[in-house]
């Protein structure tokens, strides 16, 4: 499966659109990342507790979005887009979602 955030791939030719395709993740952190998330912020660095997390959620939604273009007959993903935001009452949630159009190409 191509995944490209270009609207083609080069050197092949789209023959068939198959519809736009999503991927979601919305992940929760929980209490030991958002406390040395904390101490990182007030110390100063990279949090890697927060980096794992996004990393995951990110190959995640990816990888739904490709399972779904294949089931679609897809054999690529032009135009990918990955948004992310941060939910619940406290932002103690992250939804990461992969975006494209489905297509088959040769």
Do not use: H
Request: no cysteine.
């Amino acid at each position: 499966m191509i995944l490209t955030t270009t609207p083609g791939v080069e050197g092949v030719q789209i023959v068939e659109y198959k519809g736009i395709v999503f991927g979601e993740v919305i992940s929760g952190v929980d209490f030991i990342k958002d406390f040395t998330a904390g101490l990182t912020n007030f110390f100063g660095g990279r949090s890697r507790a927060y980096e794992g997390e996004l990393l995951q959620a990110r190959e995640e939604a990816l990888a739904e979005m490709k399972q779904r273009a294949a089931d679609l007959g897809a054999n690529a993903v032009v135009g990918v887009d990955i948004d992310y935001e941060v939910l619940g009452a406290n932002g103690s949630m992250l939804m990461v979602t992969a975006s494209g159009t489905a297509v088959r190409v040769e």
